[in-house]
């Protein structure tokens, strides 16, 4: 498949320096480039010094996305794609990148990307600079895959860069762009150190009760037995019992029905569905049975529920 890209009428340049971030050519595209007279600062800055943004951005779907440098760029660049499909060129090796796949270009080294033409790419990208950046910016002979699993976190890293592009776009004070430098370096250390950064859920992962929760939230309309529970966490029904009381507090059935009034909750404040309806999403076939359950939980009906001013 030919995919060099053909010539556009516009590419912005992200080298040039302005005090405003960079307008956008696609729909939606986000970028911030923090301007010259500013990363002045952070260098004499000891707590910015070490690891700082020069420039982020978020581009959603991009159609004809392309940059040559070749000479390379005076940072390093870090490039995240999380849907669709790209491609890369560095030392004369091209890579498809594909999604949740990342790759890392370091200064000075001679590179292209560009998205690729049928399932355009959508990519989280940033560049860096400090004291520390070299001990983030080792080339990767290849696009590096971040399998999905239980434990991937990618959410957390995706909220965690937004943490960063929002501040900065917000404005260049001097809070803003310190507390965007220090979570770069923890959104860097997601990458470098994958295993420590999944490590928090690692414990959920073995763990056969917080396995067991997440098994009810993700079933939370099907029919839930003390024996189906217990099956699916490999444990008697009497074993299982005991570990989920000791580790919540109450029984798998008591702690399962908290769990659907607390669902049925959230859509009687969101939705316009029927009690019935509702009843039918969390695990109940009676809409009345759901009612007194309800009730019970709650110390009110569904619908009085529904009336209540929140917020």
Request: net charge positive.
């Amino acid at each position: 498949m030919d995919i060099q890209p053909k010539l556009m009428d516009y590419i912005p340049t992200l080298e040039n320096r302005f005090g405003n971030s960079i307008l956008c050519y696609m729909e939606q595209q986000r970028s911030v480039v923090i301007p010259d007279f500013e990363i002045k600062k952070l260098v004499k800055d000891s707590l910015n010094s070490m690891l700082y943004l020069t420039d982020i951005g978020f581009y959603p779907k991009a159609s004809g996305h392309y940059r040559k440098r070749k000479d390379g760029c005076n940072q390093h660049i870090l490039i995240y794609c999380v849907s669709g499909k790209g491609w890369i060129s560095v030392n004369g090796n091209q890579f498809q990148v594909k999604e949740n796949q990342y790759f890392v270009i370091p200064k000075k080294v001679p590179h292209s990307y560009g998205s690729d033409k049928q399932h355009p790419w959508s990519i989280y990208w940033l560049h860096y600079l400090g004291t520390l950046s070299d001990d983030f910016s080792k080339l990767t002979k290849s696009p590096q895959t971040i399998l999905l699993s239980t434990i991937a976190r990618m959410q957390n890293r995706i909220e965690l860069f937004e943490e960063m592009l929002q501040n900065l776009e917000i404005g260049f004070s001097k809070e803003n762009i310190q507390y965007a430098n220090i979570c770069l370096m923890h959104f860097l250390a997601s990458f470098k150190f994958l295993n420590q950064y999944r490590q928090i859920r690692k414990r959920d992962e073995f763990d056969p009760i917080e396995r067991s929760i997440r098994y009810m939230r993700e079933r939370i309309s099907d029919k839930l037995s003390l024996t189906k529970l217990s099956q699916n966490a490999n444990l008697s029904p009497s074993q299982y019992s005991l570990l989920f009381k000791n580790k919540t507090g109450k029984p798998p059935l008591d702690y399962l029905i908290r769990m659907r009034v607390q669902r049925a909750c959230q859509m009687l404040n969101t939705t316009n569905l029927k009690v019935k309806e509702i009843a039918h999403l969390v695990g109940y076939d009676d809409p009345y049975y759901f009612s007194r359950v309800f009730h019970k939980t709650m110390g009110t009906s569904p619908r009085d529920y529904r009336k209540f001013p929140k917020g």
